[in-house]
């Protein structure tokens, strides 16, 4: 180390910003902290868990089925955000309705498969495979699409769980290991604090990874110590941008999803290199989306929650200019029964809509409104197969091929701005 | 011959001469018994050491500490009784997350850390999902068989196995009937746990799967419905007779692919993860372990080769999440809360009871990334740190006040040996050792992170 910089780091010590510094000689940073192609594309994937009610997502009011079908859950005309004059959003999705309006917000119509399960369990299997029906499902869409990756240890973490309990199905992989955190500090190197024995541990944490060694022809210690001087900058990355930016600035509405969302937002503009984030809300038990009972005000609540948090994480990354660089996806086991089931909820159905949100969107409704006539399960049939969605976002977002993932025949939808 | 030149492996694994290779290492000047070559030993047919165990390991040469490690003087039996029966209390709950923190225990205090590490790696290559199978007391009957043949016979493992209530739930093969054979278990036994892909044909798998009809698990157990067997004439792998099920795993085991498949991946656990042996390194092996399938007999003539005491062994392999924190904790002398180790290995990509996919865990290079360096570096802190999560049971300023080193550097190099015995290059030994010395009892546990947190300790 030159004497200039010992110098530097004995004078930084003590402030915070300087500390972090401190973590990154620059020679380590010239080595692997090349900034990331700011084309980079990222996805954001939320499960709707235990079943979304897409009839009361986006209501068709002037249908009479529709009407009479639910009697206590039906929301009228003067009710609804209305699309078109058939067509409208719950009353609880403002926050939707406003990035509509933006044209950041598609909602993709009457999506499902054939043949639909109609348990949870068998249903979110179908859906975080995209193997439906199969048996012996080993790993999920997403762990299939990085295990493609050709660089495997290229980024940080090609994709990341947010907040969850349980590890999603759809991240499992056969070699890649997927992450799982709850805060983004969970991707600061602990030790970093600001103290003058703590900056100075941390700096022999980096100082003793960095040396390479010399008389070793091993390519494994290669491998590891590359991936820690990596994760260490990495680390500093986010660190600053935690510092930088207080909590839940942007103005995110406290609620658990708009929590996660932030956490993705900093991920994201830490330049972390991850493509997929995954996040969730809802579940089977109370307070979920599985409303069999007593649907209306609970549904409303987890509704109200989905959009403001998205709402305020399209102006955030807006704000940031990362919004051209993401599309989030929701999607859900299945929709709901069009017939209320006599005690104020629905049963299990089929088709629902899924929405995307992002900056390079055409926005607006994809498909039609599927038929009250024809079901499926109690609920609307489908008439896009979810796999078509999940080619889009891999074909014509990510830039996978998704072939190999979903198989043939899964055309991507016109969904982009050329 | 690589034999006569022993600081770096040969560029080219077709130079080592197969007969030098698994011949006993004789200790002489130029290869001596030394405390690196000690660690060695505890890093691959255990989890770690602690200083004791180098120093009687240095006293007593590889001979007997090999011999003592595959066959300890401990009532092993009655300790894994104990253990059993702690499982079978907590298996009422419907979740794999009560039995972890006692296979972790396991592992932390047996007196027999090969046979757990053993398990561990046929839970790899046997390997199902908790979560798919949905049975707790099942998942942990598994493990007991795994357990029980671990160092003992894969013949017999391979026939408990192939009839276990819980590898055939895993396989779909719950109630396997005459009208629907299932083909799922029979494609694992021939890909993944016996021949290995192109050893086989579909064929094979469709005629061994009718062989395995009949069987049914119902209520946990598992039962034989006659009528539900396809007594009819199969061709299976070149054989043609009225095969059962105990037929297609004495065919399996009859297939040379067999014997070779598990030496590979035997070498991969023992030897390196580097190169993949020739065939010329493999076949005496292949050859002698097919006669008995003596686990136990295979497992020792690796770790007593010359080439396991070689550079091409040395520090080619990289250390699984368990085989990191458990080197951790073993050098330290304690255990650690064990309930919170299972869910934070789960996040270095090894959930016990829960491995991937049906392969296992692919282990080598893909348990690195950035995102788990970074975890292995902070789950290392958490375990040293004076107070939660792991609640400062892991105490280095005492072990090295123990062991005879009371001021600072003399400890932190103290350190140094017993993590890597001393093993690191000048540079890296200086950037470890070179910073302002305070407050002792915090400086050691932050010396102690650094050490864990190096490349080479990821290395086993």
């Not at chain 1, 309990?165 to 970093?192: G, Q, W």
């Not at chain 1, 080619?391 to 190999?404: I, Q, Y």
């Not at chain 2, 001469?17 to 000690?38: G, V």
């Not at chain 2, 951790?328 to 959930?351: F, S, Y």
Request: glycine share 8%.
């Amino acid at each position: 180390m030159s004497p200039t910089r010992r110098e530097f780091l004995k004078t930084s010590v003590g402030t915070a910003a300087l500390a972090s510094l401190a973590t990154c000689p620059s020679s380590l940073t010239a080595a692997v902290g090349a900034r990331r192609d700011s084309g980079d594309k990222v996805l954001v994937i939320v499960e709707l868990a235990g079943g979304n009610d897409g009839l009361n997502s986006i209501i068709p009011f002037e249908d009479d089925i529709y009407g009479r079908s639910r009697t206590t859950l039906r929301l009228t005309r003067k009710e609804v955000l209305k699309i078109n004059d058939q067509l409208g959003f719950h009353p609880a999705l403002k926050g939707f309705r406003r990035i509509f309006d933006e044209g950041h917000l598609s909602v993709l119509q009457g999506v499902g498969y054939p043949k639909p399960n109609g348990g949870h369990d068998g249903a979110v299997m179908d859906w975080h495979s995209a193997q439906p029906h199969q048996t012996n499902r080993q790993t999920g869409w997403v762990g299939r699409v990085i295990d493609s990756r050709e660089q495997l240890d290229s980024d940080f973490a090609p994709a990341v769980v947010v907040g969850q309990i349980n590890r999603p199905f759809c991240l499992n992989a056969e070699r890649t290991i997927v992450p799982s955190i709850n805060s983004s500090r969970d991707f600061v190197l602990r030790s970093a604090g600001n103290t003058e024995s703590l900056s100075d541990h941390h700096r022999r944490l980096v100082e003793s990874a960095e040396p390479p060694r010399t008389e070793s022809d091993n390519p494994l210690l290669d491998i590891v110590r590359k991936n820690q001087l990596s994760a260490y900058s990495t680390s500093r990355r986010i660190d600053e941008v935690i510092q930088k930016i207080p909590a839940m600035e942007g103005h995110y509405p406290q609620s658990l999803l708009a929590g996660k969302l932030h956490t993705i937002s900093q991920l994201i503009r830490a330049e972390t290199g991850i493509k997929v984030f995954f996040t969730g809300f809802g579940g089977g038990g109370i307070g979920g989306f599985d409303n069999h009972a007593n649907q209306r005000d609970n549904h409303a609540a987890l509704l109200r929650q989905l959009s403001e948090s998205v709402a305020a994480f399209v102006d955030d990354l807006k704000r940031q200019k990362l919004l051209d660089r993401v599309v989030l996806m929701t999607f859900s086991e299945f929709g709901r029964t069009l017939k209320e089931n006599g005690r104020k909820g629905t049963g299990h159905g089929s088709a629902a809509p899924m929405f995307l949100a992002g900056g390079k969107l055409k926005g607006g409704l994809v498909g039609e409104h599927p038929s009250l006539t024809e079901l499926e399960n109690g609920g609307p049939k489908h008439h896009t197969d979810f796999r078509r969605v999940y080619a889009t976002v891999l074909d014509n977002w990510l830039g996978f091929d998704s072939r190999p993932v979903l198989g043939d025949g899964f055309a991507p939808l016109d969904v982009f701005e050329t | 011959m690589f034999a006569q030149n022993e600081t770096k492996p040969p560029p080219d694994m077709k130079t080592i001469d197969p007969q030098w290779a698994w011949s006993p290492y004789q200790p002489d000047t130029r290869r001596p018994w030394n405390l690196a070559r000690a660690g060695h030993l505890y890093r691959r047919a255990a989890f770690g050491a602690d200083w004791n165990q180098l120093q009687r390991t240095l006293d007593e040469g590889p001979r007997r500490t090999i011999e003592r490690l595959l066959a300890p003087q401990a009532d092993v039996a009655a300790f894994n009784q104990q253990f059993d029966r702690y499982e079978t209390s907590s298996a009422a709950s419907n979740s794999t997350d009560a039995l972890r923190p006692w296979w972790l225990m396991r592992m932390m205090q047996s007196p027999h850390p090969l046979l757990e590490k053993m398990t561990l790696f046929w839970h790899g290559h046997f390997a199902l999902s908790g979560a798919k199978v949905k049975n707790t007391r099942l998942m942990s009957r598994y493990v007991q068989q795994l357990r029980g043949e671990a160092l003992g016979r894969f013949d017999s493992m391979l026939t408990a196995l192939s009839h276990d209530p819980a590898v055939l739930l895993d396989r779909d093969a719950g109630a396997n009937r005459k009208s629907k054979p299932c083909e799922h278990a029979p494609r694992e036994l021939m890909a993944g746990t016996c021949l290995g892909n192109g050893n086989f044909s579909e064929k094979d798998i469709q005629e061994a799967a009718r062989a395995f009809t009949g069987w049914f698990v119902l209520k946990g157990q598992v039962r034989f419905i006659p009528r539900e067997y396809d007594s009819d004439a199969k061709q299976i792998l070149g054989e043609r007779g009225n095969f059962n099920d105990t037929d297609v795993v004495r065919l399996l085991l009859k297939q040379p692919a067999t014997p070779r498949l598990l030496v590979r991946k035997l070498y991969r656990l023992l030897i390196s993860e580097t190169d993949e042996p020739s065939d010329a390194i493999v076949e005496p092996l292949a050859q002698s372990f097919a006669a008995e399938y003596d686990i136990a007999a295979l497992v020792g003539l690796m770790l007593r080769s010359n080439l396991f005491f070689s550079p091409v062994a040395y520090r080619r392999r990289i250390k699984s999440p368990v085989e990191f924190t458990l080197g951790i904790v073993k050098g330290l002398e304690a255990t650690v809360p064990a309930v919170r180790l299972g869910r934070d290995l789960a996040d270095l990509g090894q959930n016990l009871y829960e491995p991937p996919t049906s392969a296992g865990w692919p282990g080598g290079r893909h348990w690195i990334n950035p995102a788990t360096s970074l975890a292995r570096a902070n789950l290392a802190f958490a375990l040293l740190s004076p107070k939660k999560p792991y609640e400062g049971k892991l105490d280095p300023m005492a072990v090295a006040q123990k062991h005879g080193h009371q001021t600072g550097e003399a400890a932190e190099r103290f350190l140094l040996d017993l993590f890597l015995q001393g093993d690191v290059e000048t540079t890296v030994r200086e950037a470890v050792l070179k910073h302002k010395r305070s407050e002792p009892s915090q400086e050691l546990r932050r010396t102690a992170h650094i050490i864990v947190s190096l490349p080479e300790f990821q290395l086993a």
